[in-house]
């Protein structure tokens, strides 16, 4: 099946930056849960608990992605009638979800 057509990643410029800001962060967690792994006294729930922090703070981004994606694609190829790409679309799209 091709790609739907994309004419770019359409985030407000805020939500843009709140993503960015909250990817910084996530990759400060990454480098913390590595240096945690490194040591010998680390507790393992302790590393349960930051990899389950990283994970939703991805979750948060990619809900930011797809509302924007939802608004700026899906809606305007439902403007358009174009029910079948629309909804093609939204299955690929549950299958990252």
Known sequence: MAE???DGLHL???IRE???QRL????GHVEGVLRMLEKDSVYCVDVLKQIKAIDGALDKVGAMV???HLRDHVATAARRGDTEAM???LME???YR
């Open 66 to 68: 797809l509302r924007g």
């Open 87 to 89: 909804v093609e679309e």
């Open 4 to 6: 739907p057509h994309c």
């Open 93 to 95: 799209v549950l299958k």
């Open 24 to 27: 910084l962060s996530v990759r």
């Open 18 to 20: 709140q993503a960015r």
């Open 12 to 14: 407000d410029p805020a």
